[in-house]
């Protein structure tokens, strides 16, 4: 079974990766069939030119998003994150992943300080009472 975690959020990569940076990424959605074992998938954007020879699809990824809609097993989000800013070093990576697990106050992000992804959780403060 194991625990669910609901991420959403995204985490923006400047300059954009090109095709020949990311085609034999295993962060890609089309791994496995939409399945790779990674917790964050490279999003793909596609625009189509024109050129003398005819149109091209042009591919690159301007972002690392979860690898799924629904709530999964995040258990290795951050290590996942780390995978992919050391693998393009170069590029800038900002953003965040917000995280909110099953039981109640479970809350987390993971954002990215200096090249490094960090899991950061908040601190909740009951105000004063009379």
Request: net charge negative.
């Amino acid at each position: 079974m194991g625990y669910y975690t609901s991420v959403t959020g995204e985490i923006r990569i400047e300059p954009p990766l090109t095709w020949a940076e990311i085609k034999d990424n295993p962060a890609l959605p089309e791994t496995a069939g939409g399945r790779s074992e990674y917790d964050v998938h490279l999003r793909i954007d596609e625009e189509t030119v024109d050129t003398d020879e005819g149109q091209l699809t042009r591919k690159t990824c301007a972002a690392l998003v979860p690898a799924w809609d629904d709530s999964f097993k995040a258990y290795h989000l951050v290590e996942h994150v780390q995978e992919m800013i050391d693998a393009f070093p170069g590029h800038t990576f900002t953003g965040r992943l917000d995280c909110e697990g099953e039981e109640g106050g479970d809350l987390w992000r993971v954002v990215v300080r200096d090249g490094r992804a960090v899991k950061v959780t908040p601190s909740i403060v009951w105000p004063d009472e009379d």
